[in-house]
Every structure is written in C-alpha cells, then in structure tokens.
C-alpha cells in the first residue's frame, strides 16, 4: 500500500510540535485515502524519538547516525534521496518550519517531486491529491493540484492541524545511512539566541501588541505610554522589530516569543499565521484593524473595525479620566 | 564578489481590499498598488553592502511584466550596477519551479559567486524559487538568512530558526542565499535617484539566451496546478464590537478587568 512519510523535526533534544500536526494530517490521509503512515527520525542518538513517535504512527523509520547530529540539508537530503527512492512513499510531508523550508523545496525539485508549501489543508480531490493554500496575506485560498509524477511533497503551515495524541504502538525500523560523498559544503558551528532582553512579554498578563499599522516611530512613544496605563506589557509583530522600532525581546511569533496573556489586544496586526502561530493559551484575543477581511478576524475572539489611533485615543482619554 | 539578485514585483494585499477576477483565476490588479517584493527588498540591500565592503558588482533580474521595470530602475537607483529582465511571455502562469529554472539560466551566464533571493514573495508564499534554484545549479544554499560574514572561498551566514534562535552554517561559494527580513535597513529611494538611472539600458533577454527551449517552462510545464481561487470567509470566528471608539474603548476595557488582565 502507498505510504505517506512524516519528517520528524527535532532540535537540541527535543521533538518540534510542529512533527504532531503533521502527525494528524498523515493520519486524516490515512482514512481518506487509505495511505500508510510512517515517521521517519533522522538525527545522532534519536532512539528516543523513535520510541516517542511509535507511540503515535504504525510504523517509524530511523536513520542515526554522528554525522547527521545537526540538521543540515545536504547531509539530510543524502539519506532522504535514498530512503524515498527505496520506499517510494507517495506523499512525504513536513512542518512548513525554517527546517522544511530549507529542507523540502529544494530535495522536491532534485527528485523531480513536486512539492505544495505552506499548505494549509492536503486532502483528495477526485482521487487525486490536493492541497489548499492560503495566499495574498491570507485573503485568498487556493487549491493546488500536483502533475502527475512517482510522488510528492507538502510542507504544513503551523496552526493547521492540531496535534495529534498519542495511539497505539508502532514498530521501528533501522534504516542505514548512506556513505557520505567525498566532502561537504556546508557546515553547522553552533546555535545563537537573539531575542534576549530586559523586557519578558511571556508573563505579562495583559499584552498591547502593535503591528505595521502604527506605521511610524514616532508613533511608539504613545502605544508605550497607552501600555503603561493599561498595566498592559507593549509587544509586537515582525515588521517593527525589522525596523528597529521595538527590540527582539518583544516580538510575538514563530520566530519571536510564545505569549500566553489573559487579554491579548492586537492594533494594527493583520493576523499572518506566523505571529497568530505565537499567542497560545486559554486567554482572550481582542484585534483592532481597519481592514474588515484582515485574517486576524478568524483568530480573533474579538474585532473591532476602526482606525486603531482611535482607539489609541479613546482608551487613553478613559484611563485618564478614571 | 560577483552578486545576482532575483527581485520580483508584487502587489502590497496586507493593507487594500483584494477581489477575484471573474474567471476566479487570479485576482483583480486594477485597484492594487505594486512594489518590489518586502524579502527582495531587504536582499538587493544586502547584495549592495557586500559589494560596498568587498567589491565587485551587483546584477538585479526579474521575470515579470513589462511593469517590473520599475522595481529594477528602483534597484539600480538604491546602488545596483546592473538590471536585467527576462521576457515573460513564455514564463507566464509559470510555478516556482519554471521560475528557478530560468533564473538558473540566468545564473550559469556570468561567473557569479552568490546568488540572492527573498525568502519568500509575499504575493503566493512559496518560498521556493531561491533553494530550487541551487537545486538547479547544484550549488550550496541557505534560507532565511539573517546575516551574512564573508571568510575568502566561504561565507558564515545566520539562519533564523524559531523562537529567537539562529544557527550558523559555513557555506563554500558560489551558493544561494534568501534573505530574511529585518538582516539590514534597506536604504531609503529618493525620486532624484531613480531620475538618475531613468535612461539606464535594461536588457530584456529572451528565453534561448538562458538556455530555456520553447515548452520548458510557463503554465503547461508546471508542476503545480492551480485548481481555482476562492475567499475564505472574513470573521467567522470573532465577536464583532461596534459603536464610536469611546464605547468600543469601553467595551474593551471591561472585557479586560473581566479576564484578569488588570487595566
Ligand atoms: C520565517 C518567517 C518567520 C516569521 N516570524 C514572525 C514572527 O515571529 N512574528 C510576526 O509577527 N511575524 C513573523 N513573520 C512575518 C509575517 O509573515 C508577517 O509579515 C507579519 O506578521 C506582518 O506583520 P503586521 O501584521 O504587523 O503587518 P501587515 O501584515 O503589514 O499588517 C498591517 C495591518 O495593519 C492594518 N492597519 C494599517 N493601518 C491601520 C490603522 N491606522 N488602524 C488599524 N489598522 C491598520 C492593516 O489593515 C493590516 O491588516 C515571519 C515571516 C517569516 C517568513
């Protein structure tokens, strides 16, 4: 039967829970299109991965061996060249995450495979693979058909499919590592923190987080000073952070901080999956944006459709008054 | 150093109202205001500072419309020494890897020793042309690159990674970089400037030049298929607040105390 893989990411010891969204997909594909699932580990002493993973899939597939101890897409893509020209899975799937996006495209295009990124959804159409993707910044959906080849790829945008719970027991299979070509040319020397900061937005139970809209720095000083007398910790979206607005340390997002206030009030954000990716937990989200189809809208448990500066305005004139 | 840079043209969607066309093929571009691509934007900075520390030169291309030229004209007037276009009538409907392809053919041109693109465009979200197009070349390649040291035959460069991480890989050159945003502060275009480079020649260069036969590439060659378009639902899931900003400010305040966020 047509396998379906899953690409186990995995970074300094842990699982990414990115692999468990993945996880479900592979899953839901099973019922619907009858294909097997298997995890495949790739790593340096991920046997406890393996063991994680039977947990959740039939079947999970390990390559582990010193020379794959970090992640890097040539030493990666030697053992997935051989593996799917061996297993010839169908469909191999991967977080759409700074792993599958260095990882997937380029491994696609090698083995003439194509590949749907950031998809949101992978389902059947007609009997054929599908898969729908969210374009245009979110205002747009489109689904994608594949040209007929031996197989394809699909990297899964996170927040898209919930992570799966444990199930069942699965076997573990060794598969070997190839021998390595005469050199590399990449070479991993070691990791960097860059968000670290006075300012910790990951306690603070009311988070004020503006986005692009505050459009200019001079702007700043006066979400600051709202922030202060809402008691509220200011935070931030990428582009401010880019702009050397605001400093790392307050950015929200996949690549910034994981937040989880008891009110979240986002001003002028329009909801891009990687900062929504960021806001987790039981609290409240409430977004301010002009734009009635802003995405953050779905995010959102509440909206409001208006100038954020009025807003701005409007909360500070009744703090003051108070 | 020798630096191509790919740039592509896209229409600013985050902050403007977005229609389909009729055929729900495509979306109406009428009303959109176009740019060069954020990602892009942030790399042909990148490309200039390399060259303004090391030397060498720095060559922008695009495959786009005929509209493009104006994004290349706004990369010549930021410090680029030269624009090129490719034709697009064959490329049209092309998917990322009909795009690499050809910018492939473009790179195999001239003996350059990085290769630059966005890390993504932020029309269709791909993040595709830039490692398939090392693919293509058989060159090394780092996405979402975040800084960018050069050491003779080798450069160090940052990854972003999530949650404030970044790893740094050594890459032996040529390789393909995409550019992360936020690596540099892209330096500001005057009018004046762009008047500059106004009479500038920017070859238009047709697909037999970069070694792409009739049929390669463009909707017929794709590996992806569009099935259609179509608009997801707008706040199905958010309660709606509404009245003047002094209510809605009320309205948010309470909802504030209520959760325990203080205020
Ligand atoms: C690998 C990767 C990692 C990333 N990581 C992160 C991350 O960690 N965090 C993050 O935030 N982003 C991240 N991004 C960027 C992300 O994709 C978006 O580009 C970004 O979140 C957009 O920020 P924004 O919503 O502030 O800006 P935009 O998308 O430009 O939206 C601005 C919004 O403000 C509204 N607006 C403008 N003016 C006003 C006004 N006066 N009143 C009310 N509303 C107004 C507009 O309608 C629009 O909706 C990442 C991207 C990549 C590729």
Same mark, same amino acid.
């Given at each position: ?41 790739? &790593? ?55 792993? &599958? ?151 929200? &997002?996949?690549? &910034? ?66 | ?35 060069? $691509?954020?990602?892009? $934007? ?177 909707? $017929? ?43």
């Amino acid at each position: 039967m047509a396998k379906v893989f899953v690409l186990v990411e995995h970074r300094r010891g842990s699982i990414r829970e990115a692999t468990f969204e993945c996880v479900t997909l592979a899953r839901e594909l099973q019922t619907a299109a009858g294909l097997e699932p298997a995890a495949v580990v790739i &790593g340096s002493g991920v046997a406890p991965f393996a063991e994680t993973l039977a947990a959740y899939l039939p079947e999970t597939i390990v390559v582990d061996d010193p020379s794959l101890e970090h992640f890097r897409f040539e030493t990666y893509a030697a053992v997935l060249r051989d593996l799917i020209e061996r297993e010839t899975p169908l469909l191999v799937i991967a977080p759409h995450s700074a792993f &599958g996006m260095e990882l997937v495209p380029r491994l696609s295009a090698e083995l003439a495979r194509p590949c749907a990124t950031d998809c949101v959804a992978v389902g059947m159409d007609g009997g054929a693979l599908a898969a729908t993707r969210s374009v245009y910044n979110g205002k747009i959906d489109e689904r994608l058909a594949f040209a007929p080849a031996g197989g394809y790829f699909a990297t899964v945008r996170a927040g898209s499919y919930a992570p799966a719970d444990p199930a069942g027991t699965g076997a573990i299979r060794a598969h070997a590592c190839p021998a390595p070509p005469a050199a590399w040319r990449t070479e991993h020397r070691g990791y960097r923190e860059t968000a670290a900061g006075a300012v910790d937005i990951t306690q603070a139970p009311l988070l004020l987080a503006i986005g692009r809209g505050i459009k200019d720095a001079e702007n700043i000083p006066k979400a600051q000073a709202l922030a202060d007398r809402l008691g509220a910790v200011l935070a931030c979206s990428r582009p401010v952070v880019d702009k050397k607005w605001l400093g790392k340390e307050r950015q929200v &997002g996949t690549s &910034g901080r994981t937040v989880k206030p008891k009110v979240y009030l986002a001003l002028g954000i329009s909801g891009a999956f990687q900062h929504i990716a960021g806001i987790k937990g039981p609290g409240v989200f409430i977004a301010v944006n002009r734009d009635p189809k802003a995405p953050v809208f779905r995010a959102a448990d509440f909206g409001v459709v208006e100038d954020m500066f009025k807003i701005i305005d409007a909360l500070a004139e009744k703090l003051g008054a108070k | 150093m020798e630096i191509l840079v790919c740039v592509k043209r896209v229409p600013d969607t985050a902050d403007a109202e977005v229609a389909l066309r009729p055929d729900g093929r495509g979306i109406r571009e009428e009303d959109l205001a176009f740019g060069i $691509n954020e990602w892009d $934007n942030y790399a042909v900075e990148e490309a200039i500072r390399l060259k303004e520390k090391h030397g060498g030169a720095v060559t922008v291309a695009t495959i786009g419309p005929a509209e493009s030229e104006d994004v290349l004209r706004r990369c010549l007037a930021m410090g680029a020494d030269d624009a090129v276009m490719i034709d697009e009538a064959s490329f049209r409907g092309a998917d990322p890897y009909g795009i690499a392809r050809g910018l492939a053919g473009l790179a195999r041109r001239k003996a350059y020793d990085l290769v630059l693109a966005g890390a993504l465009a932020g029309d269709d979200g791909y993040g595709m042309t830039g490692p398939v197009l090392a693919g293509y070349l058989g060159w090394p390649h780092a996405t979402l690159v975040t800084s960018i040291e050069v050491e003779g035959k080798k450069i160090a460069v940052a990854r972003e990674l999530e949650g404030g991480l970044e790893e740094i890989l050594a890459v032996e050159l040529p390789a393909v970089l995409t550019i992360q945003t936020g690596i540099n502060e892209p330096r500001y275009v005057s009018i004046m400037g762009i008047r500059k480079v106004r009479s500038k020649d920017i070859p238009v260069l047709a697909p037999a030049d970069i070694g792409v036969g009739a049929g390669e590439v463009g909707e $017929n060659a794709n590996l992806l298929r569009s099935l259609g378009l179509s608009t997801p639902p707008a706040g199905a899931e958010a309660v709606m607040l509404k009245g003047a900003p002094a209510e809605v400010a009320q309205r948010i305040l309470d909802i504030v105390k209520e959760r325990g966020g203080v205020a």
